[in-house]
């Protein structure tokens, strides 16, 4: 199975607004199997098909300390969101080392179908709150780092397109050997 390419800030097709998942398909269970191994192989807790280039309405997840515990999320909707708001240093796989505080409620409630087209609904708080929260985001176009203030934002753009730049050029050196 493939590893995906993961999308990296500032990336404009980071801010596509993906498509609900309309086919349940072999494709659509290949598509989850690379997502989650190239999520696993990141390492990370979540990730949106956006940030892959696809979009589509799809999420994996896995925020257990194991990791062996694979959530699919296809065409999400919060149903409910509590009142209270908890904040926590988000990380995003599309953001590589930047991590900084965001505010957003608690515990959430979420339908979504499976990889079958089955529908559910999960109670969330914790991490896993966090996380859905997240990456449902992404499905939006919406990045973590929107939340934070401009002067921070232009801060991570900047030193991303410089190791972006570093990285292009030593890339360079070793093909010119
Ligand atoms: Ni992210």
């Avoid at 199997?33 to 990730?47: N, S």
């Avoid at 988000?90 to 900084?100: A, F, M, Q, T």
């Avoid at 410089?162 to 050997?177: C, I, N, V």
């Amino acid at each position: 199975m493939p590893l995906l390419n993961i999308l990296r800030y500032p990336d404009p097709r980071l801010h596509k607004v993906a498509k609900p998942v309309t086919v349940f398909d072999a494709r659509l269970k290949q598509l989850v199997r690379d997502m989650a191994e190239t999520m696993y192989e990141a390492p990370g807790v979540g990730l949106a098909a956006s940030q892959v280039d696809v979009h589509e309405q799809l999420l994996v997840i896995d925020t257990s300390d194991a990791q062996d515990q694979l959530q699919v999320f296809i065409n999400p909707e919060i149903i409910w969101a509590s009142a209270e708001k908890k904040v926590y240093d988000e990380g995003c796989l599309s953001v590589p080392g930047v991590y900084d505080d965001v505010e957003r409620p608690a515990q959430v409630h979420v339908r979504a179908l499976d990889v079958d087209g089955k529908e559910f609904t999960v109670e969330a708080d914790g991490l896993l709150a966090v996380c859905i929260q997240h990456e449902m985001d992404h499905l939006k176009g919406k990045i973590f780092v929107e939340y934070l203030s401009p002067l921070k934002r232009n801060r991570i753009k900047a030193k991303i397109i410089k190791e972006e730049r570093e990285h292009q050029r030593d890339k360079g050196k070793l093909a010119a050997r």
